[in-house]
Every structure is written in C-alpha cells, then in structure tokens.
C-alpha cells in the first residue's frame, strides 16, 4: 500500500513538473466586422475574455493593410494597453510563390515600417497560410531577408482550422440560417483540443518532450466567444498558459529544420526533418470537407 502511494505521488509530481504549456496567439489582426460582432466590439470582448481568464499576454499578428480597412489603429492599441503584443503578418498577406521572394521581402518590410511606429511590436513574423516557400531558393532567401530586418520566425506549433469554422458560421449566418451556439461552442472547442493534442503527441513522440507550444488562432468572431472557455477547458487538463514572448525562448526557436514542410508549424516540421512521413504530421480535421460533415453531424445550424 505504501509502495503504490509513494508510486502515485512519484507520478503526480513527474506530471506536474512537465505541466504542458502553451501561449496563445491570433493571426490576421484587425479584422473586419463579423457576423456577432463589429470589429471594434471583438477587440474589446477578447480583452475582456483575456483578462478575466488571467492570460496576460497573447500576440496579435497584424496584416498592416488590415489596419486602415477596419480602422484597426484604436484597437491595436487597445491590445497593446492591456498587455499583448503585436508582430508583423505582411502587409497583404499574399503567398510567396504568386508574388515572388522580392514583392514578398518588401510586403515584410512595408508591415515593419508600418509596426515600428505603433506600441508594443515584437519582431517575430509570422509567414502568411504558414507557406515558408515552395523551393529551398524561395525559402533561404526569406529567411535572409528577416534577419536583415531582425525579425524571427513567429511559428506555430499547433495549427488548425478555426479560420475555416469562422467562415462556414459566417456564411450560414448570411445565408439566414440560425446557430446553435452551445453546438457550436462544443464543437470549437472539440477541435482545438484535438489539434493541441495532436501536436502535443507529435512532440513528445519525436521531439522526446513536450515544447513550450504556440497555438495559432485568428482575430475572429469565434475566438472572441469561446477564448474563455478555450483558457478553462486547457486549465482542467492541466495545461499552463505562458506569453508568447516565454514560448519562444524554447529550444525549438533556433532549431531551424531543412525542410519544405513548414506548413503545420515548428513541431511537424522538425519531426519530418528527423524522416517522419509527412502524411503522420497532418491531422484529418485540417480539412475543409471534413469539417463541413462534422458541422453538419453536430446539427450546429438549424
Ligand atoms: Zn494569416
């Protein structure tokens, strides 16, 4: 008897000392008027979220376009003044390939002149649909066009589809349909989870630990309803939420895998550098189809 309890208190301690962690951060920012609220309200509905949860920093990665579009100064600013931090997204969020390294290097730079004069930039950036080049040229000369400008890499390590949840809601929506919003919130937050634990599971299979995580949602309507139960729901399964700033001080920041595989974030692309077929590095629920059976299985609109 006092063997297993020595056991369980060995393990509880073990699990508490790798308590997984993850920061939080939104793609896109500031976007345009949703269908539940106006821009201008959604900043202010995730802040508020944000802070009653105690997350005292997430990042906002900015389409510097964006900005004038949805008169979106005020509200960068409003996410700088409760604690956030902004970084650089592009000025068009336009892929590498269809506009080639040169308009892409200066669409970087045109966002960071633009950032540089706002509060609160950090100098990550984040590659637009996570596309770090088609080709090793297009790649490394990217990537030797930010360390010019002294930006790093804002990756992810959690990739998902949230932005394609965003739109299917939107559309149903306009289209006059009526949202079952406790079906839809058990839905969101399904995914997510699932995407967190796919990339947890990548990680400690192939990395040997847990990293510190970097999850990517975007600026959406979605985010500003359920954040608050996203920050719970990972609280009850023991999960830590640290800034961006402390997730990118993990190991994984400077180790830059030599590989094409960049698009489902830091965690995949290392373990496919290390030979793991990239169809294992890719969860099923990344796709649009996918996700419109499970809309329609979950009954989310009526
Ligand atoms: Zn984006």
Not at 191 to 209: A, D, M, P, T, V
């Amino acid at each position: 008897m006092m063997r297993l309890a020595f056991l369980l208190l060995l393990l509880c301690s073990v699990s508490l000392l790798n308590a997984q962690e993850i920061a939080i951060t939104f793609d896109d920012a500031p976007m345009e008027d949703g269908v539940f609220f106006s821009g201008n309200e959604r900043t202010g509905k995730l802040i508020t979220e944000l802070k009653a949860n105690n997350v005292d920093q997430a990042a906002f990665f900015v389409i510097t376009r964006n900005i004038e579009q949805n008169a979106g100064l005020p509200r960068l600013n409003k996410y700088v003044s409760a604690g956030h931090v902004l970084a650089n997204h592009t000025h068009r969020h336009l892929w590498m390939h269809q506009i080639g390294t040169r308009q892409y290097i200066k669409d970087i730079e045109r966002a960071h002149a633009i950032l540089n004069k706002i509060n609160g930039y950090s100098p990550w950036f984040r590659y637009p649909f996570l596309n770090e080049g088609h080709n090793t040229g297009a790649r490394d000369s990217v990537r030797a066009g930010l360390k010019k400008l002294g930006l790093s890499n804002g990756y992810v390590t959690i990739d998902n589809y949230d932005w394609y949840i965003n739109g299917q809601v939107r559309k149903a929506v306009l289209a006059g349909k009526k949202v079952n919003e406790e079906k839809l919130r058990e839905l969101y937050l399904e995914h997510i989870w699932n995407s967190i634990q796919f990339y947890n599971n990548i990680s400690e299979k192939h990395l040997g630990r847990s990293v510190k995580h970097v999850l990517l949602l975007h600026e959406n309507d979605l985010a500003a309803k359920f954040i608050g139960d996203l920050v719970k729901l990972l609280r009850s399964k023991g999960w830590k939420i640290i800034s961006p700033t402390e997730a990118y001080t993990d190991p994984i920041a400077s180790e830059v895998p030599d590989v094409l595989f960049n698009g489902q974030g830091r965690v995949a692309a290392i373990a496919r550098a290390k030979g793991v077929p990239a169809k294992e590095l890719v969860q099923e629920s990344e796709d649009e189809a996918y996700l419109d059976r499970l809309l329609e299985d979950r009954k989310v609109f009526e």
